[in-house]
Each structure stands twice: as structure tokens, then as C-alpha cells.
């Protein structure tokens, strides 16, 4: 690796925010371009590259990032890395941090990730793959247990739907497929043209993330996401409404469990199909009573996740991403370290999140957040959805909008710090779960 690298972070929201802050850490870094579109947060550690950052843009951005030396392009969200710019922005001279769109499938397409699934032999729910309206909704309605109604594409983690009886599954259906008899289109698009119809599963949520190299894997600390929109998981399913980090589910023999069954398969049934994975591997896992299964996979950091997994690590983060993107992981003399203590991070949103909302509200209180945390402990403040008005105020730009991680001794005193320091910033309509953790702990009052 060069002793100074170049680094181009593509996405603007709150996961990119947490990699570039530590990222900025790395004395091994020269300079941190970022997407023209970022938000408030990243505008302040990072230099917006000059170039659009898009598809049709791209033969621009390859001959700008020859001028500027860029050495690594990191790209955070799962749309461009569906869309091949892993590909597009890869050369002999230029490394990308990201699988390219033949393994990202694995995210962009839930009907294939079933089919390697099943052909690699890992451990997920019985489902059914419906290309067709009719058939899912005559499915939908012969079921006499609950069941989980999917996507097939990207719905930035919106496309599922937990249905509880027939008439729920068959409506997910509709709102996901279009109703031609009402003439209505479905709710994502082209990512709703295929769906998979899952049994529903039992049991504690887990997301397993670990870095791939297209040979060896690092796993990381475990985490837990909370997807659906209010306390005690009810509600529509949000991008994530906050993560702690690592999660006490995660014993030494179930993550072994869970790289011999689960991740190792996997990579494994790629490499069969003739793809190579570099990047991060996401599991979303059940932890049911006969072990863990999938739900699904991301091909990036998953963003809460990420920023709970940011405020914990200690080491050389653009090594060890360097290494992953050139093959060489096991190559590394020293890898990636935890803090010991607890990361709790909970996410501010906009009123009507994960609906309409409104945007330019100011936002304020954010340094009282930090200075929460008493000794011994943390606080960061994460942008997502932020940006900067004409009068030098930072303010709301998006649903999800300010993510806070807490650093501190166990998961119940991150948490009541995370909320405490969440509670300091105030916008017009803000709110946030409280219980972020809870499922491992009492319910907190």
C-alpha cells in the first residue's frame, strides 16, 4: 500500500459520514474527496469532488479522478454498487472498495440471493419467487400462517412487509405489484416486478457484517438494527431507526456458527457462479430455535449499523479497506480492534418519516449533545439527511436526519445516554425510538 493514498467516498448520507470521520484518522490518508450531493457533516471533513457523480457522468469522473491521483473510491450505498460503477471505476492504478454488479445482485436481487442461498446450502426461510401478480396473490391467500412479503429489487430497506393473515399478505402483494383492476402501479417500481413470499420466522434479529477480500473473511462485531418506525418494533419498516453494537446474542460459538454456514457458503457459491466478491458482506439473520437463518443480504455497511461499528473500531480503517478491495487481507500485520465499551446509536428523523415529510427545518443543539457524555464515555454526532441553507444554517434535508452513537461501560447506559444526547437536538418535528437495545435488556420505562 503507498504510504499516502487519495480516497473518493461516493454517497452523502450518515454511513458515509461515520467512514470518513474515521477515515480521517488514517495518517495514511492524502486527500478526502466526497460526493458533490453530501450532507452538512461531511461537507465539513471532506472536499466535494468537481464532477457530477453519476452513471451517465462517469467517463468524467474516471479521466477527474486520473488528474486528482485518487487511489481508492469507496462507495458506500447499495444503488450504485446494483448500477456496476465498482466496474465502471476500477483500474490497473485505481482500487474500489465495493463488489461489482455481478455480486451485488446479492442485495439488488432477492429472488437470485434465494437461489444461491438454496444452492450453497445456507440455512433461510422456506419462501416461493412470483413473477407474476396473479399466482402470488392465489399463494398470499392459501396460507394459513403469517408470512413476509418481499421486494425482489432495491426499496432503500422499505420492500418488506410482515403480513400476519391472508388478507394482509395479499395486500402487501398489491401495494408491492400494482393492482391492474385499480390501475395503480406498485409502490417501488421495477423493484416490485419480482417478489418473494417468505414464511415468517421466529425469533432475534441479527446483522453480521464482515469484510470479504474474494478470499479470506474478517468478520466483524455482531450488531442489532431496529428497522420498523416506533418503540416496541411496530410500525412500517424505516432504512433503520438505530443499532447498538456488539449485540450480547452473539456467543463465540454462534458467530463460528455463523462463518462456517453462513458466510463461508456463500462467497463460496459465488465463486462457482465465476463472481469474485470484494467488499462488505451484510447477513441479515433470524436466530430461530433451529439456529440462524437469512433474511437477507446487503452488499455494503448497513447504515445504522455502520456508525455504532465506526464509533467502536480502533485501527487503520483505510488500510484494512485498501487491503479488502486489492485481495490482500491476509497480508495485514495487524487487523482491526474493538473498544471495549458499548456503542447505542439512535437516529433522529422527520415527522412523517418513513412517509412525506418536509425539508429546511434548522437544526440545533448538537454540540450539547456531545458534551453528554460524562468520563469515560462518548458521544458522535453523525449527519444523514442534512444540509446547508443560504444563511449558514445547518438544516433538515431528509427522514432519516442526525444518527447518534453513545460510547459507554454496558448496552443500558449507552442507550440512556445515546437518548439523553439525542433529546439536546431539537428540529421542527424531530423524533426518535428511546428503546434502541431493549429487546436484550427490560423494557425501559
Known sequence: M?????????GGGGREHALAWRLRQSPRLGRLWIDPDSNAGLRAIGTPCTEPISKPAMFRLNRW??????????????????????????????????PGKAAARLE????????????????????????????????????????????????AGKGVIVCRTPEEAVEAVQMIMGDPERRTQGSFGAAGDTIVIEELLQGQEMSVLALVDGRSIWVLDPCQDHK???????????GGMGAYCPTPLATPEMMSRIERDVLVPTIDGLRREGITFRGVLYAGLMLTSGGPKVLEYNCRFGDPECQPLMARLQGDLLEV???????QLDSLESGLGSDPRTACCVVLCSAGYP??????????????????AGPGEAVIVFHSGTSVDDRDRVVTAGGRVISVPALAADLAAAQDLANRAAARIEFAGAFFRRDIGSRVMNPIS
Open 2 to 10: 503507498p504510504e499516502r493514498v487519495n480516497v473518493l467516498l461516493i
Open 65 to 98: 479522478c486520473d488528474k486528482e491521483e485518487i487511489g481508492l473510491v469507496v462507495i458506500g450505498p447499495e444503488a450504485p454498487l446494483a448500477d456496476g460503477w465498482a466496474d465502471d471505476l476500477a483500474t490497473e492504478t485505481r482500487l474500489v472498495f465495493g
Open 108 to 155: 439488488a436481487d432477492k429472488a437470485w440471493a434465494k437461489e444461491i442461498m438454496r444452492s450453497a446450502s445456507v440455512p433461510t426461510a422456506e419462501g416461493r419467487i412470483f413473477k407474476d401478480r396473479s399466482p402470488a396473490i392465489a399463494y398470499a391467500m392459501s396460507r394459513e400462517e403469517g408470512c413476509v412479503v418481499k421486494a425482489s429489487g432495491l426499496a
Open 228 to 238: 420498523q418506525v416506533g418503540e416496541g418494533d411496530i410500525g412500517p419498516n424505516t
Open 321 to 327: 479497506l485498501w487491503a479488502t478491495a486489492a485481495g
Open 355 to 372: 412517509g412525506s415529510i418536509t425539508k429546511g427545518h434548522e437544526i440545533t443543539g448538537i454540540e450539547a449533545a456531545e458534551a453528554e
